[in-house]
């Protein structure tokens, strides 16, 4: 019985270590999807009190709370389209064409990813003082959208780099011109890798802190007031707007899996 039994364990040992992780990392969106229906008697929302669905009722109840998320989602979709344009230029630049110092960007392009983010936020913060810029929207903008970058170049190019250049060839030889080609074999193939780079980009520029924190001046995006909040009281509005954020990021890949599904099975008819 117990060799069937750790034979069964071995075989199944992936599965489990992946459903263990998978757990391990959803735990604390568990934890905050919990505590959003919480109705805390004082000013920290860390032991249960009471089921409530007041936050829910009311998310902007606190002042600055939906304020602070509309400047987040706004410098999240600008530096996600700017940093998805540049990245994907970038990316096919760096795969199609041989040029003079290539292997230098190459390398270059890695170097926000590995760097510390303390370090690149004080960088920066020197950079936009000595240019004497104000501190504010457009700063953590470029910001974002520099660390951003590097990520979307690395998921594009790994795209890019499985692409068969054959099936561009075969549009040529059928008379399509370089933008229709573009559009209708190159840009669909792409279309993955863009995707996942644009998603990592908002990920990233949305939950940023240390970056915008540096280069924020008087502005307040959400992750700023959440931590500003967490030192005078964490309002349950915070874990509602986490548990949308959450939900609304889990729809949206199960989304894309069924899209990618149906794809998958009218090709296959």
């Known amino acids: 019985m117990l060799r069937h039994l750790g034979r069964r364990l071995r075989r199944h040992l992936v599965t489990i270590a992946g459903l263990i992780t998978l757990a391990y990392l959803i735990l604390p969106n568990v934890v905050v999807m919990l505590f959003s229906f919480n109705k805390p008697r004082g000013r920290f929302n860390i032991t249960w009190q009471k089921f409530s669905l007041d936050a829910w009722q009311d998310p902007c109840g606190v002042a600055g709370l939906c304020g602070s998320l509309n400047l987040s989602l706004q410098i999240a979709v600008w530096a996600t389209l700017g940093s998805t344009v540049l990245g994907t230029m970038i990316a096919f630049a760096l795969v199609r064409y041989r040029f003079r110092a290539r292997g230098a960007i190459n390398s270059l392009i890695f170097l926000p990813m590995a760097m510390p983010e303390v370090v690149m936020a004080a960088s920066l913060l020197t950079l936009f003082l000595n240019m004497g810029a104000q501190l504010g929207f457009w700063t953590i903008l470029i910001a974002h959208i520099m660390f951003c970058l590097s990520f979307v170049v690395t998921a594009v190019k790994a795209r890019v780099m499985s692409m068969d250049p054959r099936l561009e060839e075969a549009a040529r030889d059928l008379y399509a011109g370089p933008v229709q080609t573009f ?41 700023m007031y959440v931590w500003g909040s967490a030192q005078r009281g964490t309002p349950v509005q915070i874990n509602v707007i986490g548990t949308s954020m959450f939900v609304i990021a889990v729809l949206v ?12 099975s009218t090709t296959t008819e």
Request: proline letters at 6%; charged letters at 10%; zero cysteines.
């Open 253 to 264: 890949v199960l989304g894309g899996q069924l899209i990618s599904r149906r794809k998958n």
């Open 183 to 223: 559009l209708r074999v190159t840009l669909p193939i792409a279309a993955p890798g863009i995707a996942a780079g644009a998603l990592l980009a908002f990920a990233l520029s949305f939950d940023d802190f240390i970056i915008t924190n540096f280069n924020a001046g008087s502005t307040v995006t959400f992750p």
